[in-house]
């Protein structure tokens, strides 16, 4: 079983630990942050525990991945050898542990703004995967529920998790995370994969499905991560919604928008029109409405 000893954080790494396995085991006993909404909201329900149910604490943190993953980390290796199931979602994962023991394990949390403090190029680099991942599970769960899937906040959840490795980097190797990120800005089209592999050893995608499988996480999202069948509209709606949460972010106008229309599009029945509505509706940006708004 792995170790849930969370070590207080060292000194942050600067060269890279170059084998998938130490990188795993590295972060596997490291403590990480949650953002401070998250920490403040933990010691608001902490104080108020007899009002508070799992489905509360599941909408609480919604929209964490790292308090998500830290939860699930905790859930799927409790009596991990006599369970029948795992806990696939956040608020499961609180039902399995119990309300009392769930603030037992989870004590007061450190912080990503306190974490990072001082280092506004890494803010801002976890800034924008975060603001990826909301977005991402947002488009999750709108596709989701337009298909009528019944496993929507599944689904939801692992749009919000696609990168979480991406996120440990930023919390635990930031000059590393910086140097990939100029190897990709003085060469555009270097693959996200191939800079990572230069400056990491390992890829992001391959460490986190090492991490699913070191944490005893819910095979689920090794699968729904894995997200290239195309016979899966499970995995297509992950894989599409990440697809497009990138795209978007970088402007409505970027060149991948197209191509994340026509497949989305496909998914769901849709036209182009109501296709783009849908993702500005889902972002929170309604798309001017014109004459047709047909299929």
């Known amino acids: 079983m792995p170790s849930m000893d969370f070590q207080p954080r060292a000194e942050f790494l600067t060269k890279s630990l170059h084998r998938a396995d130490a990188w795993v085991d590295h972060f596997r006993r490291q403590e990480f942050p949650v953002l401070a909404s998250s920490a403040e909201a933990l010691e608001q329900l902490r104080a108020n525990e007899d009002d508070v149910d799992a489905h509360l604490i599941g909408q609480t943190f919604a929209n964490d991945p790292?308090?998500?993953?830290?939860?699930?980390?905790?859930?799927?290796?409790?009596?991990?050898?006599?369970?029948?199931a795992d806990a696939e979602?956040?608020?499961?994962?609180?039902?399995?542990?119990?309300?009392?023991?769930?603030?037992?394990?989870?004590?007061?949390?450190?912080?990503?703004?306190?974490?990072?403090?001082?280092?506004?190029?890494?803010?801002?680099?976890v800034d924008a995967v975060l603001g990826r991942a909301e977005r991402a599970s947002r488009f999750a769960l709108g596709f989701a529920a337009h298909r009528m899937d019944p496993d929507a906040d599944i689904l939801h959840q692992a749009a919000l998790l696609h990168d979480f490795a991406e996120l440990l980097l930023w919390c635990?190797?930031?000059?590393?995370?910086?140097?990939?990120?100029?190897?990709?800005?003085?060469?555009?089209?270097?693959?996200?994969?191939?800079?990572?592999?230069?400056?990491?050893?390992?890829?992001l995608m391959s460490l986190q499905k090492d991490l699913i499988r070191?944490?005893?996480?819910?095979?689920?999202?090794?699968?729904?991560?894995?997200?290239?069948d195309p016979q899966d509209p499970q995995d297509r709606c992950v894989y599409l919604a990440t697809r497009a949460a990138r795209h978007s972010m970088l402007g409505w106008d970027n060149a991948g928008l197209p191509d994340d229309l026509t497949d989305i599009g496909a998914l769901l029945n849709l036209g182009p029109i109501p296709t783009l509505r849908l993702l500005h509706d889902l972002a929170g940006d309604p798309l001017a409405r014109g004459p047709d708004t047909t299929m």
Do not use: C, Y
């Open 89 to 125: 979602t956040l608020t499961s994962a609180v039902v399995l542990m119990g309300i009392t023991p769930f603030f037992n394990l989870l004590g007061p949390q450190p912080t990503l703004e306190d974490w990072l403090a001082g280092d506004s190029e890494a803010l801002d680099g």
């Open 66 to 84: 790292l308090m998500t993953l830290k939860v699930l980390i905790h859930a799927s290796n409790l009596n991990r050898e006599r369970r029948t």
């Open 172 to 203: 635990h190797a930031p000059a590393l995370a910086k140097t990939i990120r100029i190897h990709q800005k003085f060469d555009p089209g270097l693959r996200s994969k191939v800079a990572q592999q230069q400056v990491l050893g390992v890829d």
């Open 214 to 228: 070191a944490w005893h996480l819910p095979a689920v999202f090794g699968h729904l991560l894995d997200e290239r």
